[in-house]
Nanobody, 114 residues
Framework: QVQLVESGGGLVQPGGSLRLSCAAS????????MGWYRQAPGKDREFVAR???????YYGDSVKGRFTISRDNAKNTVYLQMNSLKPEDTAVYYC????????WGNGTLVTVSS
C-alpha cells in the first residue's frame, strides 16, 4: 500500500506563485516516475509535468516556462513550483507516482482568481 500526501494548494491572484508538494510513503520499493496532473471543472484530467528517477523532465505545453518540477529521492517527495499563474490554471492538482504500480493522490485545489 502506498500513500500520497499532497500539500500547497490554495487561492492565489493571477501572476502569483504556489509550490505544491507530494510525499509518498508505505510499501515503496523503488519509485520511477513522479508527476502531476490536473483537472479543471468540466474538463478531462490533463498532464502537467513528470520527472523520472534519473532526472528526465517533461512538461505539458500549457505550463512550459512557468512551472518547474523537482524531486527529492531520499524523501520520496516531488514538488511543483508554479509561477506566473493564470486563471486557467485553476484546477485540482493530482500527484502521480509510478513504482511497481501507478498511484494517485487525493488532489489539492489550486484557485487562481483576483
Amino acid at each position: 500500500q502506498v500513500q500520497l500526501v499532497e500539500s500547497g494548494g490554495g487561492l492565489v491572484q493571477p501572476g502569483g506563485s504556489l509550490r505544491l508538494s507530494c510525499a509518498a510513503s508505505g510499501s515503496i520499493f523503488s519509485i520511477n516516475v513522479m508527476g502531476w496532473y490536473r483537472q479543471a471543472p468540466g474538463k478531462d484530467r490533463e498532464f502537467v509535468a513528470r520527472i523520472t528517477r534519473a532526472g528526465g523532465i517533461y512538461y505539458g505545453d500549457s505550463v512550459k516556462g512557468r512551472f518547474t518540477i523537482s524531486r527529492d529521492n531520499a524523501k520520496n517527495t516531488v514538488y511543483l513550483q508554479m509561477n506566473s499563474l493564470k486563471p486557467e490554471d485553476t484546477a485540482v492538482y493530482y500527484c502521480n507516482v509510478v513504482s511497481s504500480a501507478s498511484y494517485w493522490g487525493n488532489g489539492t485545489l489550486v484557485t487562481v482568481s483576483s
